[in-house]
């Protein structure tokens, strides 16, 4: 893994994890003790991450090493990953929603 894609990486997963908490990037900021706009800059490849930075991330964020790399999150059909990546574009509650609806829709499919 080169390190601009462990960059991105960690970059989508501290994005994707914030999001599920349902959190902003300045709530984050505030639990770990960042700078004012380090989330949106970190989301969006600017600053290469400390380490010590990232451990602090990891803990308001509530997660591990293991649950923070885990890469079975990767989807290998690009149409899935394209997918994941306009969810996680979504707000909180329209995430839920389109959620819901994809479930409904597979649900019917599979009858």
């Known amino acids: 893994m080169t390190k601009t894609n462990l960059q ?11 999001l599920q908490k ?11 003790d960042l700078p004012l706009k380090y989330t949106y800059k970190l989301e969006n490849l600017e600053p290469n ?5 990232l451990e602090k991330i990891m803990d308001a964020l ?8 885990d890469i079975s999150l990767t ?3 690009p149409l899935i990953n394209q997918l994941l990546f306009k969810l996680e574009k979504l707000a909180p509650s329209k995430q839920e929603r389109v959620t819901k609806l994809l479930i409904d ?3 019917e499919i599979e009858k």
């Open 75 to 77: 989807e290998s059909n």
């Open 105 to 107: 829709f597979l649900d």
């Open 8 to 18: 991105s990486y960690i970059s989508k997963r501290i994005r994707l994890l914030r």
């Open 49 to 53: 991450i400390k380490i010590k930075t």
């Open 22 to 32: 349902n959190i902003t990037q300045q709530q984050l900021e505030e639990l770990a």
């Open 62 to 69: 509530d997660t591990n090493i293991e649950s923070f790399f």
